[in-house]
């Protein structure tokens, strides 16, 4: 049996994938990147921590980590799930963005900056999603102003993935919110379409939190990969 791995995005734990893992064809193992500083870092944990062959599911940062292990180990990453994330180049207003968010959260206003700035953002109907918004909250501050400043300059210096997405030649599959405003639909559309025989998936009424907003559909799409890579 092929073993699961799930990848988290930035603040976050393996509490985003409470709702998931109770659906998904075995009990599944995730990592941890509370303690590295790079994207590359993270790819390299996965690969560490990983059994000798998996299906792969990331979320956020942690598909663009787990697109950098797929590319470095295709021989061990049988499958691969991207979820809410992109493969877009950092621009200079993104990076504007990211740095004037770390200097908030350096001055003491992390609390404020994921209550007001991050959170109404993560999904798309929030008043329907309460406990999820809840969960969100107390893994951003589990997480802490330091890890914060750490994965978003990771975030910011991450490797450009244009090369990595060609070269990779196990399924994946894409699978995004429609709503999704942190990576959105048409760039989730450019990603499938930059990977050999990708397949998109846009989940309806979802935003960017997908393993909270949409556990279900998530967990159909990794079992779909599952079964598509075992024997009958």
Known sequence: MIPIVLAPGLLCDDRLWSAVGPLLARSPMTVDFGGDDTIEAMADRILA????????????????????AASRA???????????????PET???????????SIADAGGFARLVREELKPVYFAEPEAHEVGRRLVWEMA????VAQFRRHVRA????PDPETLLGAL?????????????????DAARRLAEAVPHARLVLIPDCGHMAPLEAPAAVAVEINALVRQLEPA
Do not use: C, Y
Request: glycine share 10%.
């Open 155 to 158: 975030l910011m210096e991450r």
């Open 169 to 185: 030649t196990m399924p994946v599959t894409v699978i995004t919110g429609e709503a999704d405003r942190v990576a959105p639909a």
């Open 92 to 102: 200079a207003d993104r990076a504007k963005r990211r740095a004037r968010q770390i």
């Open 74 to 88: 295709p021989t061990r990453i049988a499958g691969l799930a991207l979820i809410d994330t992109h493969a877009e």
């Open 49 to 68: 921590e990983g059994p000798e062959r998996f299906v792969l599911a990331g979320f956020s940062m942690g598909g663009m980590a787990a697109v950098v």
């Open 141 to 144: 501050l589990d997480a802490g």
